[in-house]
């Protein structure tokens, strides 16, 4: 029993460490040329995910009272529909928004809801039922339809915000 586990242990060892020993050699020197260890280890583990990933601290009221507007107004029936229907997305919907506005979930560190101006600004014409809204994601600008009902406008996001294609995805 006592070299069953011996072997067991062995060969664990050499399947998980000694056999990749070379190539794990390789890719640390490598990571330790572009990140320099000494750096990063001022940052305690939850810092350096926020500084590297983001921040999710979301306050999404911010959002809104933030929000400037391009020949809408705030007044305008679209505006109205646009954040009632926001105001009831769940959580993993804002999130979804979020991305497709900017192109990530995550805020950059040091930046709050409440410092991203969102811009909403009219797109297409005539027969706005027909399109989707887009984003500027480097301007934070979100291209609105003048949809003619508050269900086009929930319809027509939720598949953008759920459809949309993010740089940096797989």
């Known amino acids: 029993m006592v070299n069953r586990k011996k072997y067991v242990d062995l060969f664990v060892d050499m399947k998980l460490n000694k056999s990749v020993q070379s190539q794990f050699a390789d890719f640390e020197k490598g990571f330790h040329k572009g990140c320099p260890t000494q750096a990063w280890r001022m940052f305690l583990p939850e810092e350096l995910m926020t500084l590297l990933q983001g921040d999710d601290n979301y306050e999404w009221d911010k959002l809104r009272e933030n929000a400037k507007y391009r020949v809408y107004r705030p007044t305008d029936d679209i505006i109205q529909n646009f954040w009632i229907v926001f105001t ?3 959580e993993e919907q804002k999130k979804k928004f979020l991305t497709f506005l900017t192109g990530t979930d995550r ?3 040091g930046r709050s809801l409440s410092k991203l101006q969102m811009k909403i600004t009219p797109l ?3 027969d706005a039922d027909e399109y989707y809204p887009k984003a500027q994601t480097c301007s934070v600008t979100l291209c609105l339809p ?11 996001l939720l598949h953008a915000i759920t459809h949309c294609d993010v740089f940096g995805d797989s």
């Open 88 to 90: 009831v997305f769940s």
């Open 107 to 109: 805020l950059p560190r």
């Open 124 to 126: 297409g014409g005539t």
């Open 146 to 156: 003048n949809y003619s009902s508050i269900d086009i406008l929930r319809e027509k």
